[in-house]
């Protein structure tokens, strides 16, 4: 692997793990698998890009990005709570609406953002260079949205959010809706999501209304993986962990595209079975875990 | 305190397998009250407490909490009146945050949970001398994560935590069944201390018919989802366990014998 290629995965490991962290929020905190992310990615991308291209400022469409992912987050939090659809149906609903919703947005199925001032335009400073300073952005992107995620984590509303996930009985009993709690962090979540998409558009210089397929599956490849890795103990670890696996994931794709399997050469459309097989694997490595430790006991 | 009227609950009302849990209810309960209840299972004694609580809606009746008509009140919304602790030690708590966070939970119950930081270090401190009283050694684990602790010390925190915001009405529905006897007694010395602190109104659930002797100024046995026997006072004072035996034998026949009432 050439060192651009290894620059290449780590810019991409830190910008979703942007998303990552959304996901993170729904699938393990609220525990809501959440699949509206398929189509909240494109959307955050579809967002920013229509908006660049009328002439706001970068950030600016970047924030409006999010607070459209936030209202996507709502609509499926709002099927799933007040008209109790399903957690997971909810959502696809949703995903399926977002699909021509971004087409609307966008006027078209995708947008080219060439000579667009960009956040890393913005931000460029002589003395980097390109492929150091995106990476560095997304990482500091990524750091932040931790950071906010472990401070908000710990407030009551936070406190409020987890226990929804893992008690919602318990969460009631204490005087809390657990409906709005799910409508908060959908909605968080989303807006992550969409966020990523807004940079991973300003990055590429591109946005489509396909580039959220497999999104929610990589999400969860990469919660898992981190997990495995860095642990669960605690917010701080958790989050840790969603960044790590991120890259991990990342890396791990481009490894496997990089190489040939008998005369089978893979290529970028082959990503989402790697990442379906990837998601398998780590979902069974606990139980086969388990079932060794039985047999030698 | 609590009033009860014509209170009725039906599951799966309409189809084949309808259930009336709660037949007809009409129950007030003072303040300071410490009343145990008793009855063979599927009486309807549960129910009766989610149905206080709200986690059920009636299909008849009203329930009123200090002269306020709760009976459509969402859970969420009377929890500010209601502590509760449940049967089984795991639901009281949430098993992967830690022994403060669920503190400030319900410390801060019936409130909006806002953007304050969950945990202060005056909270850290004040939770510690309440847990300190516990006598398990706990008020040094305070950032240990619940899921690690026994069904015993998780039953006890979630007591404390019931009473930790004084509630109007403390409902207990059979919540040392599940703990060995030894802890099962250490939880309902505990009970009985909080209660007796705080003068708190409180409905206790028990299959215990000496427990439910011993404890509390006023016993309630229900039947079919029925209140059958309701006595108070020196009435229930002389109340003795073969009484007891003798209601349901009335009840029941010789069906009595395999019953799990029978834990004396
Ligand atoms: N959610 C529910 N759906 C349908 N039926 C229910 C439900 N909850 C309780 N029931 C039924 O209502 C009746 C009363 O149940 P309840 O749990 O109140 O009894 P209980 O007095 O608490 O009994 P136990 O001593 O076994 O705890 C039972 O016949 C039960 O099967
Ligand atoms: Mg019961």
């Known amino acids: 692997m050439s060192f651009y290629t290894f620059m290449g995965s780590v810019e991409q490991g830190l910008v979703y793990a942007v998303m990552v962290l959304g996901v993170y929020l729904t699938f393990r905190v609220l525990d809501f698998p959440d699949l509206t992310v398929d189509g ?15 002439g706001w400022d970068p950030f600016t469409s970047l924030g409006m990005a999010m607070l459209a992912g936030a209202l996507a987050g709502c609509v499926t939090g709002f099927l799933a709570t007040k008209l109790r659809i399903m957690s997971l149906l909810a959502s696809i609903i949703t995903m399926t609406a977002l699909y021509s919703i971004n087409i609307r947005i966008m006027g078209r199925p995708n947008l080219a953002l060439l000579n667009q001032t960009t956040i890393f335009d913005a931000l460029a400073v002589p003395a980097i260079p390109r492929f150091l300073l995106t990476p ?19 407030t009551h509303l936070g406190l409020a959010l987890r226990g929804t996930g893992d008690n919602p009985q318990m969460i009631r009993s204490q005087g809390v809706s657990t409906d709005n709690m799910i409508l908060i962090g959908v909605s968080l979540s989303n807006a992550l999501v969409a966020l990523a998409g807004g940079l991973v558009a300003q990055s590429q210089g591109f946005a489509d209304v396909g580039m959220g397929i497999g999104t929610i599956v990589a999400g969860l490849a990469s919660v898992i993986l981190g997990e495995s890795l ?8 958790q989050t840790l962990s969603a960044i790590v696996g991120s890259l991990v994931y990342r890396f791990a794709i481009v490894v496997a595209l990089s190489y040939q399997v008998g005369f089978l050469r893979l290529t970028p459309s082959d990503l989402n079975l790697i990442t379906a097989v990837l998601v398998v694997v780590c979902l069974t490595i606990p139980m086969l875990r388990k079932r060794m430790r039985w047999k030698r006991a | 305190m609590l009033q009860i009227t014509n209170l009725r609950k039906v599951f799966n009302e309409g189809s084949i397998n309808e259930m009336v849990a709660i037949r007809s209810i009409n129950c007030l309960v003072e303040k300071g009250d410490f009343i145990t ?7 309807g004694k549960s129910t009766l407490l989610n149905l206080v609580a709200g986690t059920f809606t009636p299909n008849e009746g009203d329930i009123f909490i200090s002269g306020e008509r709760v009976t459509h009140w969402p859970e969420h919304r009377r929890a500010a009146y209601i502590g509760r602790v449940f049967q089984n030690p795991l639901s009281g708590t949430c098993a992967t945050m830690t022994i403060e966070e669920n503190f400030a939970l319900a410390g801060n119950r019936g409130k909006k949970p806002g953007l304050r930081w969950g945990v202060t270090r005056r909270d850290h401190k004040a939770f510690q001398e309440k847990i300190r009283l516990l006598g398990l050694g706990l008020e040094y684990r305070l950032k240990d994560r619940v899921g690690l602790l026994s069904g015993g010390q998780r039953q006890s925190l979630t007591l404390l935590m019931a009473t930790l915001q004084r509630p109007r009405i403390l409902l207990l529905d059979e919540h040392t069944a599940a703990l060995d006897p030894p802890t099962a007694a250490q939880v309902l010395k505990l009970t009985q201390e909080l209660i007796q602190e705080m003068g708190l109104t409180s409905i206790m659930v028990t299959h215990n018919m000496r427990h439910a002797l011993e404890l509390g100024n006023r016993l309630v ?12 006072g020196e009435e229930k004072r002389r109340l003795t366990v073969q009484d007891l035996l003798n209601e349901f034998a009335k009840l029941k026949g010789d069906a009595v014998a395999d019953d799990k009432m029978l834990l004396i």
């Open chain 1, 40 to 54: 909240t990615l494109p959307l955050g991308a579809a967002v920013t890009g229509s908006l660049m291209l009328q």
């Open chain 1, 230 to 237: 860095v642990g669960k103990e605690s917010v701080l670890r």
């Open chain 2, 221 to 232: 046995m229900m039947h079919g989802g029925k209140i059958i026997l309701d006595v108070a």
């Open chain 1, 136 to 154: 560095l952005i997304f990482l500091a992107v990524a750091g932040g949205c931790k950071l906010v995620l472990d401070l908000f984590l710990h």
């Open chain 2, 37 to 43: 209840v008793i009855g063979s299972n599927g009486a």
